[in-house]
């Protein structure tokens, strides 16, 4: 009910707001809604909660931040991506949170894996590159033509497998010229070389 002009009383709260604080209702005589935004919002929270439907949780944040519901915590709009079709303009997760989603989508999408199974190799390796030895794992190799996961390598042997084409041909040759033996081959025929054994 309309106490004077730009001001009407919440039946909720009882408190005389400006007509800004209510949410548009074509069906009532003066095409407000009966509560106040912030009481249609509690009344509404508690309606859903009483259906058992997972809620958002009515945290106060300061100006300028925004809560995650992925982390729980309520963080400033420059760690959070923009999002044009949002009623706020940014996404509903922060960066942390998409990134960490995105890598979990990343392994299973590609690889068929979990983070708790990729885990697994990992500790496996003794937390270790399974080719050098020497460097933290952080990417999981698999085979080009079948798929198959072989493990979780270092970024310079992960690219170096890459680089001789996955064949394990060029890599043994590789080895050996490493070792010191290096590549002579012998003329059979005209034009025809063979490789050492």
């Known amino acids: 009910m309309e106490s004077e002009e ?5 039946s909720r709260c009882k408190q005389h707001k400006p007509r800004a604080a209510f ?4 069906a009532m005589r003066d095409g407000l ?8 919002a509690a009344y509404h929270q508690a309606r859903q909660l009483a259906k058992g439907k997972n809620v958002r949780p009515r945290v106060e944040t300061p100006e300028g931040h925004k809560f995650c519901r992925s ?3 309520v963080k400033p709009h420059s760690e959070w991506h923009r999002n044009a079709t949002a009623s706020d303009g ?3 997760s922060c960066q942390a949170c998409r990134a960490t989603k995105g890598r979990a989508d990343h392994l299973k999408r590609n690889y068929g894996l979990t983070e708790a199974e990729r885990d697994a190799m990992v500790a496996s390796q003794y937390g270790l590159c399974a080719i050098c030895l020497a460097a933290p794992p952080a990417h999981v ?4 033509k079948t798929g198959r996961v072989r493990g979780v390598l270092c970024f310079n042997c992960n690219s170096a497998i890459g680089k ?12 050996a010229y490493l070792e010191g033996n290096l590549w002579k081959p012998t003329l059979v025929a005209p034009g025809v070389y063979q490789l050492p054994s």
């Open 6 to 10: 730009g001001v009407k009383r919440c």
């Open 23 to 26: 949410a548009r209702n074509k």
């Open 33 to 40: 809604q009966a509560y106040c935004r912030e009481c249609w």
């Open 71 to 73: 982390c729980g915590e």
């Open 90 to 92: 940014l996404s509903t």
């Open 141 to 144: 190799d698999h085979c080009h």
């Open 164 to 175: 001789l084409r996955d064949d394990p041909g060029a890599a043994r040759r590789a080895a």
